[in-house]
């Protein structure tokens, strides 16, 4: 599957941009402020239905306009499809495919594989576990949509529990039995979810350290590991023995959605002994591990997206990138560089046909 053309109105920066594009490399390039990066978000738009960078939709309008259109024409072998994504302000978010809109906005995730990497990625690293969550749910829900509405249907069993748990204090009651109504569908959901985060773990550490060696050039040992609580106790009975911690806070405290994942390097996390390029290294492995995952399991080569990523690594690093990407391994990718001499030089390496857009 590949990105034909691209057309916007009033998205971002965007009064009204045309784009043609190859089919393999295609290159957004100029200062910064020019928009970029604004282009690979319209394409991560038309992937997942919200922005990569800011997934408030209203606040993609352009400024002092009052609604975006992104419009994607996408082809492989057997089929085209035209996806439009729409907003105007004070309404919903309307997605449709080749003229017919989405009932759910859920029902969009996985047709069109996308896989993005940008500096922004660095908040896996230092942020809270909600980031690293929302990564493993993102890259399993592009191949299984009944993981996806597993997820949706327990989250808003969570969010039932804990308005529960709020009216309770609020009227100076307690009711045990409409209380283990919710806990047996979270068991019953989040035991799913626990199950095939396992699973996608397993698969996902080994072509993550072998994306790593392929990146670093080095004999570093990382490593991935899911954390949960799970892992010793169903949930039922973490919930159980949480009761009265939940009713003093208000709100759930254990379950799938606090869990999370763990970064390591040469045993250690990799947020306090990871130098700056090791992290990096790092952070690329990971969605270079996540592109092969899903080119497998959806059995179609992802778009890839390389939002200024060449700006930040030392010329070892780039070459190792240019020689992973220069295999019929990969589709089409797109990449945003403030430098274009530099751009050209880079994707001349490649050896597949390419288009240079200066913005």
């Known amino acids: 599957m590949f990105l034909k053309r691209l057309s916007l109105i009033n998205y971002k920066n965007f009064d009204s941009q045309n784009f043609e594009f190859d089919s393999k490399i295609n290159c957004f390039v100029g200062p910064n402020g020019v928009g970029k990066t604004n282009a690979l978000d319209a394409i991560y738009h038309l992937s997942f239905g919200k922005g990569y960078f800011n997934p408030i939709g209203s606040q993609n309008i352009r400024h002092g306009e009052d609604f975006f259109v992104i419009e994607g024409e996408f082809e492989n072998s057997d089929r085209e499809e035209k996806i439009v994504c729409s907003l105007k302000k004070g309404m919903k978010k309307i997605i449709k495919r080749n003229g017919k809109a989405y009932d759910r ?12 990497i940008s500096p922004a990625d660095r908040d896996l690293i230092i942020e809270g576990s909600d980031t690293r969550r929302k990564f493993i749910d993102g890259v399993i829900s592009q191949s299984d949509k009944e ?4 997820l949706i249907n327990y989250n808003k069993v969570l969010l039932q529990r804990n308005s529960l748990l709020k009216y309770f204090v609020a009227n100076h009651n307690f009711d045990a039995s409409t209380l283990a109504v919710y806990d047996e ?10 199950e095939k985060r396992l699973n996608f773990i397993k698969t996902f550490i080994p072509i993550f350290k072998e994306q790593y060696s392929a990146i670093s050039g080095d004999n570093e040992e990382v490593m991935l590991s899911y954390d949960s609580k799970l892992l010793h106790e169903d949930l039922l009975g973490l919930l159980s023995r949480s009761i009265d911690k ?20 040469a045993g250690h996390p990799i947020k306090k002994f990871g130098s700056q390029g090791q992290q990096k290294s790092f952070l690329i492995a990971l969605k270079f591990a996540q592109f092969h995952f899903l080119k497998e399991q959806a059995k179609t080569t992802p778009v890839l997206l390389l939002d200024d990523i060449f700006d930040k690594l030392d010329e070892h690093r780039v070459a190792q990138i240019v020689g992973l990407v220069d295999n019929e ?16 030089n880079i994707v001349k390496n490649i050896h597949q046909s390419y288009k240079i857009f200066k913005l």
């Open 105 to 116: 906005l859920s029902d969009h995730i996985g047709l069109l594989p996308l896989v993005i």
């Open 147 to 150: 993981y996806l509405n597993t």
């Open 185 to 194: 569908q979270l068991n019953t959901y989040g035991t799913a979810i626990f």
């Open 246 to 265: 939940d009713r003093v806070l208000q709100y759930t405290s254990v379950g799938i959605h606090k869990d999370d994942l763990n970064f390591e390097i």
């Open 329 to 344: 391994n990969f589709g089409q990718i797109f990449i945003s560089d403030t430098h274009a001499e530099r751009t050209e």
